[in-house]
């Protein structure tokens, strides 16, 4: 049975960062895509970025690339998102999810496993 498990939400001033980690256990990884998404309260659940967790590539939302940063430890089975020069509009509750599949999507109804989300608010 596929679990995530999120961690490391919380709160930070703009301009700081933060970083979230997104436990795996219950299979092997290797021909999974995990996706980052994140929700703000009344708005649409939106893809944040992707790493194939075979090669390791990445993609970015365009509203962070060049801030948040993807990457994954396979001796740990976790997968990270760096957050950098976070900003108010950051604020939501960040998922990890994972497809089986070689193909990073950014649409969330095409990821079958999700975390429970950890809330992260960036204050102005």
């Known amino acids: 049975q596929v679990q995530l498990v999120e961690s490391g939400g919380g709160l930070v001033q703009a301009g700081g960062s933060l970083r979230l980690s997104c436990a795996t256990s219950g299979s092997t990884f290797g021909n999974y895509a995990m996706g980052w998404f994140r929700q703000a309260p009344g708005k649409e659940r939106e893809f944040v970025g992707g790493?194939?967790?075979?090669?390791?590539?990445?993609a970015y939302a365009d509203s962070v690339k060049g801030r948040f940063t993807i990457s994954r430890d396979n001796a740990k089975n976790t997968v990270y998102l760096q957050m950098n020069s976070l900003k108010p509009e950051d604020t939501a509750v960040y998922y990890c999810?994972?497809?089986?599949?070689?193909?990073?999507?950014?649409?969330?109804?095409?990821?079958?496993?999700w975390g429970q989300g950890t809330q992260v608010t960036v204050s102005s």
């Open positions: 790493i194939k967790w075979r090669g390791g590539s990445t």
């Open positions: 999810a994972a497809r089986l599949s070689l193909i990073l999507s950014t649409t969330p109804e095409s990821y079958a496993y």
